[in-house]
T-cell receptor
Framework: DQQVKQNSPSLSVQEGRISILNCDYT??????FLWYKKYPAEGPTFLIS?????DKNEDGRFTVFLNKSAKHLSLHIVPSQPGDSAVYFC?????????????FGSGTKLNVKP | DADVTQTPRNRITKTGKRIMLECSQT?????MYWYRQDPGLGLRLIYY???????NKGEISDGYSVSRQAQAKFSLSLESAIPNQTALYFC???????????FGPGTRLTVL
């Protein structure tokens, strides 16, 4: 049973507009959340993270929002650029025995149209 | 040069064959991981290692084994490959409390 779900396999937006990628989780013990970006033939690369003590974290064009009561995470990209076209994975972790065990969603493929 | 490298990048093999996937890192991280990715599923953890003497099973370790030959090297073996092990395999490294992970480019394995 997947503890982290990305229910939209794909998303298409126009260049300059906002992209909103969503992620839901089931485990209330998760206390750290990340987004990774993956281009074809490459491994995922870290994009942005948020701790459960916050509800927002911003880094340039990327903002992650956390709604703990809804167990929902979202990534906003403003403005979207064609180079943002990639697969985005969300991940959540719970600390067990000095180890942050990560659970990944299945990914959302973002296509930013010029 | 890439910080985390994986060899081979692609491999086709037959059922029952022994396969080894290799991972090397130049980041100096103690922690290393092996994940597999299947269509429609997220990355799932196979094995992880905190250092050369510390190896742990992940959520889907059956059918796999690992070897941490040095801090920089972490190999994944399939002793007798089966078709449902066809997947994209990623090695990753990490360090620190928040354990942000750095991934290799992946190995696409096909078992016929």
């Amino acid at each position: 049973d997947q503890q982290v779900k990305q229910n939209s396999p794909s998303l298409s937006v126009q260049e300059g507009r906002i992209s909103i990628l969503n992620c839901d989780y089931t485990n209330s013990m998760f206390d750290y959340f990340l987004w990774y970006k993956k281009y074809p033939a490459e491994g995922p690369t870290f994009l942005i993270s948020i701790s459960s003590i916050k509800d927002k974290n911003e880094d340039g064009r990327f903002t992650v929002f956390l709604n703990k009561s809804a167990k929902h995470l979202s990534l906003h990209i403003v403005p979207s650029q064609p180079g943002d076209s990639a697969v985005y994975f969300c991940a959540a972790s719970a600390r067990v025995d000095n180890f942050n065990k990560f659970y990944f969603g299945s990914g959302t493929k973002l296509n930013v149209k010029p | 040069d890439a910080d985390v490298t994986q060899t081979p990048r692609n491999r086709i093999t037959k059922t029952g064959k022994r396969i080894m996937l290799e991972c090397s890192q130049t980041k100096g991280h103690d922690r290393m991981y092996w994940y597999r990715q299947d269509p429609g599923l997220g990355l799932r953890l196979i094995y992880y290692s905190f250092d050369v003497k510390d190896i742990n099973k992940g959520e889907i370790s059956d059918g796999y084994s690992v070897s941490r030959q040095a801090q920089a090297k972490f190999s994944l073996s399939l002793e007798s490959a089966i078709p449902n092990q066809t997947a994209l395999y990623f090695c990753a490294t990490g360090v620190g409390h928040e354990d942000t992970q750095y991934f290799g480019p992946g190995t696409r394995l096909t078992v016929l």
